[in-house]
T-cell receptor, first 111, second 117 residues
Framework: KAGVTQTPRYLIKTRGQQVTLSCSPISGHRSVSWYQQTPGQGLQFLFEYFSETQRNKGNFPGRFSGRQFSNSRSEMNVSTLELGDSALYLC??????????FGSGTRLTVV | AQSVAQPEDQVNVAEGNPLTVKCTYSVSGNPYLFWYVQYPNRGLQFLLKYITGDNLVKGSYGFEAEFNKSQTSFHLKKPSALVSDSALYFCAVRDMYSGGGADGLTFGKGTHLIIQP
C-alpha cells in the first residue's frame, strides 16, 4: 500500500511570505503528526491531529498552524517566514498512535 | 515531560563486527520506544518499537533492541554490521498516557553510525 506522501519535496520562499505543506497519510490512518528537523535543534514535534482535531501541540510560535481534513489529509502552514524556519518538515501517520510511518519530508529553504 | 538521550554523536564499527547504538529515556509513565534510521535527504525509516511484552525486540534489517526498565535504556544492536548500515539513527519515546499533552514523539539528537569496510 502507498506510504505517506508529502508535497512538495522542495520549496524556496522569501522571508515574510507564507507557505503551505501537504501530507497524505497511509490509507486508513487517522492520526497525522508534523515534525521539524534542523541541524541545530534536531527533530522537534510541531502538532498532531486525529480525526480533524488537534490533539497535541509542541512549543512553536503561533505562526505555525495546521489542519486535518475529513479524508485525513493534513496541511501545515507557516506565516511570516523567517530564515530560521528553513528545515526539513516531516509528516508521520499512525493508525493506533503506537506506530508512526514517516514521509520523505519537505525541504523548506527561506531566503 | 519526556526526554531521550543518545550519548554518542558517532559510532564507528568495522564491517562484520557487532554494533550497539545507545539510548536512554525519561518518561512520567510507561514508555513507547522507537528506533528510526535516516539516510541523507530522506525521511525516517522505522526499524523497531517496544510497546509491551518481551524486553528483546527484533526489527528490520537484522536490528534488535533491548528494553531495560531499571536502567531506562533501549539500546539498538546488530550482531554483524554491514557497510550499508551507515546512516543516522534516532531513538524516540512517547509516554503511553500522553494523550492531550504537548508531547508527540520526543527524539534523541541522533547517532551517526559509520561502518568501515
Amino acid at each position: 500500500k502507498a506510504g505517506v506522501t508529502q508535497t512538495p519535496r522542495y520549496l524556496i520562499k522569501t522571508r515574510g511570505q507564507q507557505v503551505t505543506l501537504s501530507c497524505s497519510p497511509i490509507s486508513g490512518h487517522r492520526s497525522v503528526s508534523w515534525y521539524q528537523q534542523t541541524p541545530g535543534q534536531g527533530l522537534q514535534f510541531l502538532f498532531e491531529y486525529f480525526s480533524e482535531t488537534q490533539r497535541n501541540k509542541g512549543n512553536f510560535p503561533g505562526r505555525f498552524s495546521g489542519r486535518q481534513f475529513s479524508n485525513s489529509r493534513s496541511e501545515m502552514n507557516v506565516s511570516t517566514l523567517e530564515l530560521g524556519d528553513s528545515a526539513l518538515y516531516l509528516c508521520a501517520s499512525s493508525h493506533t498512535g503506537v506506530g508512526y510511518t514517516f514521509g520523505s519530508g519537505t525541504r523548506l529553504t527561506v531566503v | 515531560a519526556q526526554s531521550v538521550a543518545q550519548p554518542e554523536d558517532q559510532v564507528n564499527v568495522a564491517e562484520g563486527n557487532p554494533l550497539t547504538v545507545k539510548c536512554t529515556y525519561s518518561v512520567s509513565g510507561n514508555p513507547y520506544l522507537f528506533w528510526y534510521v535516516q539516510y541523507p535527504n530522506r525521511g525516517l525509516q522505522f526499524l523497531l518499537k517496544y510497546i509491551t511484552g518481551d524486553n528483546l525486540v527484533k526489527g528490520s534489517y537484522g536490528f534488535e533492541a533491548e528494553f531495560n526498565k531499571s536502567q531506562t535504556s533501549f539500546h539498538l544492536k546488530k550482531p554483524s554490521a554491514l557497510v550499508s548500515d551507515s546512516a543516522l539513527y534516532f531513538c524516540a519515546v512517547r509516554d503511553m498516557y500522553s494523550g492531550g499533552g504537548a508531547d508527540g514523539l520526543t527524539f534523541g539528537k541522533g547517532t551517526h553510525l559509520i561502518i568501515q569496510p
